[in-house]
């Protein structure tokens, strides 16, 4: 009895949940519509029977779909029908109520093509598909809502080269081991028959709530919601309709390095429909067009690494932040973009070598000469060395840089408008900081001040002007030395071939004292000029001529003649002030000066010197009426030949 009691209830109470059921079908639009239609036509009575069963039916349709489409979701027929070689789909649970309407749990999605590999992540997703387009290997939803959502993406190379750095930031992705390397038999243009078997995506109202964006090595982390549409058809067709991604706050890193610890920021952008196989490379982004404001705040210049490091071997560090509104119409940068970037306390390290200061930049479009382009600058109020040493540390002061590069317009090539570098103030306290610098165990001290700037203006060369001072500047190599004041002023141009032509330059040298081993000058001064003074391109070498005036050429004598007493040579000599002109290449390997013309009174010199791997040597021609004197030079050892005749120079020069 207690059974059929229970069996009874449960069939009343079946009943029951079925009548409301019927009860909520008639009232549906699609229903009410049908009844009314059939009692026009054929009368109350039968429309209200008539109704019951369609509604019925609609119900056994509803109840076959809710089976037939929860087994499939649960059964994972859709992962294995869906996932191939560069396509896999799976998630942990499904389950449909209304037709065509999915609800999923822990949802990944991997693919990859000849360019790129992907994992979309969706913790939990609510998606409208069109059922019939399934068949036809297209992805359809007209309605997707998802909340904690993660996508990757990266880049396939051919090498990695000097790329581990950036390969190392990328993300990683299931299924995908080790770097993202382009395997030997995987051909870059995949036929158009390959990619039209793929599965084609399109998503209508996209509404998904954002956790991670993970594109290359830029990694996006927080709070980020998405809207819009688009459709993708790998390797055959992109189109995306205006879209918005509003990144409401979190942090935005290089691999360990944080770009941004506080980012913020909106991107809208769209593409219009492209056939993949007809645009390529930048030239996509004539398809593009796009509005991106964002506000960086505590970063760190660090992750400047993945770049500086395998490619300068610098490093670099300190705080960080940005402000960006940038534009990009059809690929173009528009004319209100705007890009600040601002690092108060920078640090570049190269070894054991540091400079610090501050470093701003810049990024806008400029109009100037009715001509559109980017401009970017760069600019210091002060950067200071450090090192081993640490008192006299050099400081730059007013470091200026400039870019103009045009047109605007990221799918082309560009070319340089205009460029322009400037420095105020190079100060060096004490130049002993620079002998840990230099391969060769020199002694070096005295102070000095340099400055300059290069312009560069269209296809013209470049140009530019230095001026250098040096106040009790000394040189020490073994027993050598060298000790002055000097200040030198130039102009320069770099026409081809050349990587400096320094024209109008003077060179003034006070206090001047030279030691070789025992032999020491006095003291002099001397005013150089030139205005062929040529750095060659390619040869590491320098060459061109000098005329050089010394304000005491006895000085010069104990060098010379460190036999006779000095007094005594200039005496017999009658020497006076010396005019020279002298011709010199200098280069890692070899070093020769040829002195063209030499008069110090009655007094006159030519010849030529020359140092390459082995001592140095040369050979001079000393005239002063009536007698002409040989000198011939090797190492520190000087031999005089008595009545020597103009071919004596030739004999015995050096080749």
């Not at 400081?395 to 560009?414: E, Y």
């Amino acid at each position: 009895m207690d059974d059929e009691t229970s069996t009874a209830g449960w069939l009343a109470d079946a009943r029951a949940r079925l009548a409301r059921r019927l009860a909520r079908l008639r009232k549906r639009p699609w229903a009410r519509g049908l009844s009314a239609w059939l009692a026009r036509h054929l009368g109350a009575r039968f429309a209200t029977r008539a109704a019951g069963r369609v509604a019925l039916v609609a119900l056994v349709v509803e109840l076959a779909y809710l089976l037939a489409a929860n087994i499939v979701l649960a059964g994972g027929l859709i992962e294995q029908w869906a996932s191939g070689d560069d396509f896999v789909l799976s998630y942990d649970s499904a389950f449909s109520v209304l037709p065509g309407r999915a609800h999923v749990r822990n949802f990944e999605l991997r693919t990859s093509d000849d360019d790129i590999q992907i994992e979309l992540s969706i913790d939990e997703v609510t998606v409208d598909v069109v059922l019939h387009e399934l068949l036809s290997k297209r992805f359809h939803a007209h309605r997707v809502r998802t909340q904690g959502t993660s996508f990757k993406l990266r880049y396939k190379l051919d090498q990695i080269g000097k790329q581990a750095l950036r390969v190392a930031a990328y993300p990683k992705i299931a299924g995908y081991a080790g770097a993202p390397l382009r395997e030997e038999s995987e051909s870059p243009d995949t036929p158009t028959a390959e990619k039209a078997k793929r599965w084609s995506v399109k998503l209508d109202d996209v509404i998904a709530r954002i956790d991670e964006l993970w594109f290359v090595e830029y990694r996006f982390r927080g709070r980020a919601v998405a809207a819009g549409a688009f459709e993708l058809k790998p390797g055959l067709f992109l189109s995306l309709e205006p879209t918005k991604l509003h990144f409401h706050s979190g942090t935005l890193s290089v691999g360990k390095h944080a770009l941004a610890k506080h980012f913020e920021g909106a991107l809208k952008g769209r593409m219009a429909p492209t056939n993949l196989e007809e645009v390529s490379g930048l030239a996509i982004f004539e398809r593009v067009s796009a509005d991106f404001q964002a506000r960086m705040r505590g970063g760190e210049l660090g992750f400047a690494n993945v770049y500086l490091q395998p490619h300068l071997d610098l490093s670099a560090s300190g705080a960080l932040r940005a402000d960006i509104d940038v534009g990009i119409e059809r690929g173009r940068v528009t004319k209100d973009s705007r890009a600040k970037i601002i690092a108060p306390s920078a640090m570049l390290k190269s070894r054991e070598r540091i400079l610090q200061g501050d470093v701003g930049g810049e990024l806008s479009v400029s109009t100037e000469s009715n001509r559109p382009s980017l401009a970017l600058s760069l600019r210091s109020r002060q950067l200071k060395a450090q090192g081993e040493k640490g008192g006299g540390v050099p400081i730059l002061r007013g470091l200026q840089a400039a870019l103009r590069v045009g047109p605007p317009d990221i799918s082309g090539d560009l070319e340089v408008v205009d460029a322009r570098i400037a420095l105020q103030e190079l100060e060096v306290p004490e130049f002993a900081w620079f002998e840990s610098l230099l391969s060769r165990r020199l002694e070096l001290a005295g102070s000095g001040t340099l400055s300059f700037e290069w312009v560069q203006s269209g296809a013209e060369p470049p140009k530019g002007q230095v001026e250098l001072s040096l106040e009790q500047f000394s040189y020490k190599n073994g027993d050598r030395s060298l000790r002055f004041d000097a200040s030198l002023s130039s102009t320069f141009e770099q026409p081809g071939g050349v990587t400096a032509a320094f024209d109008e330059l003077e060179l003034s040298l006070k206090n001047v004292r030279v030691a070789m081993g025992d032999e020491r000058s006095g003291t002099w001064s001397a005013v150089a000029k030139s205005n062929s003074l040529r750095v060659l391109e390619g040869k590491s070498a320098v060459q061109g001529t000098f005329d050089v005036t010394i304000d005491d050429a006895p000085a010069l004598l104990p060098l010379m003649l460190p036999e006779m007493p000095s007094r005594l040579a200039a005496s017999l000599l009658q020497l006076e002030d010396l005019e020279t002109r002298l011709a010199f290449y200098v280069s890692g390997h070899l070093t020769r000066i040829e002195v063209l013309k030499a008069q110090s009174g009655p007094l006159s010199l030519r010849g030529t010197w020359q140092k390459g791997a082995g001592p140095g040597a040369g050979a001079f021609l000393l005239h002063t009426k009536p007698v002409k004197f040989g000198l011939q030079v090797r190492g520190r050892e000087t031999d005089v030949t008595v009545g020597a005749d103009e071919d004596f120079l030739t004999k015995l020069g050096p080749s």
